[in-house]
């Protein structure tokens, strides 16, 4: 796995620990200038004549049509796979051909599947870039990445900030990469979850050599008068064996108005979504929830890293 190491030009974007925060700053720039030029309402042209493919194994509603929209916003085409099973994949075709099919006709793969370490697996096997939207309970680097987006903004800085993450911390790929880019920005990190779906030790321990103060517990209201940023996550029903064990944990920790009440008045709210019942729909209108900004900022995040690794960032548009 290539480090980005200041040049993301034809790079696979695989992980978390590709990045330094100085790649992170040339990201975080990037989305900032498209910003800017799609809120005054200009019409951007720099991924004119690229095609970027969708290749979805998983359902995905805001990371495949934020990256379809981020194309179109760019003036790029794409291929949409949405659903692998109208594809060739139903067939029998492995990953590796399937890729190497794909970028005949496109510049860049986005990729997410179910199992954790095939987007290494398509990065192994294609010339062409390839995005990890998602490896099984893996890593979701370009979610971390705008998680972070949405706390700068948010927060005006990272530094220093408590980070709560509470729910399936087991499963959940979305905190398995945030966690990683949060360690190098000196925060404190408290994880909330019931015993079955911790955070694996191996990635606490992992961290914990790296520095980060981490802290575990299953009590939510213990640590939540002193968190900035409570990180939500839907118990992910999908990577259980079995349906009683899901409906075991299913539920553990709803977030309600009346819990809200106990936070810090400039605590903010993340969910990368989508939420099932860990969020009640009450906490919506409260101006702490920022789940839905966070959506937004997806946008300009992913726009910023195709432009990035295609070489066309900063490009007249
Ligand atoms: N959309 C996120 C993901 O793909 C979070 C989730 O599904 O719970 O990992």
Known sequence: MQAINGDYTGKDILATSQFTTHDIDILFAEANRIRTKIERGEVLTSLQGQIIANLFYE????????????????????IPISDVHYS????GENLPDTVRTLEQYADVIILR??????????????????????????????????????????????????????????YGRTVHSLVRLLAMYGVKINYVAPDSLRMPPQLVYELASRGLQQHETTDLESVLADTDVLYVTRVQKERFKS??????????????????????????????????????????????????????????????LLSLVLGKAGARA
């Open 88 to 91: 060739s994949v139903s067939k």
């Open 113 to 170: 599947h179910s199992e954790q370490g095939q987007a290494g697996v398509a990065a192994a096997a294609a010339k062409k870039p390839i995005i990890n939207a998602g490896d099984g309970a893996g890593e979701h680097p370009t979610q971390a990445l705008l998680d972070l987006y949405t706390i700068l903004r948010e927060c005006g800085r990272v530094h220093d900030l408590t980070v709560t993450m509470v729910g399936d911390l087991k």
């Open 243 to 304: 349906e009683k064990e899901y409906l075991a944990v299913k539920g553990s920790y709803i977030l309600t108005p009346e819990i809200m009440t106990r936070a810090s008045r400039s605590m903010i709210v993340m969910h990368p979504l989508p939420r099932v019942d860990e969020i009640d729909p009450g906490v919506d209108s409260d101006p702490r929830a920022v789940y839905f900004w966070q959506v937004e900022n997806g946008l300009y995040l992913r726009a910023a």
């Open 59 to 78: 359902p995905s509603t805001r990371t495949a049509s934020s990256f379809v929209a981020a194309a179109q916003r760019l003036g790029g085409g794409i």
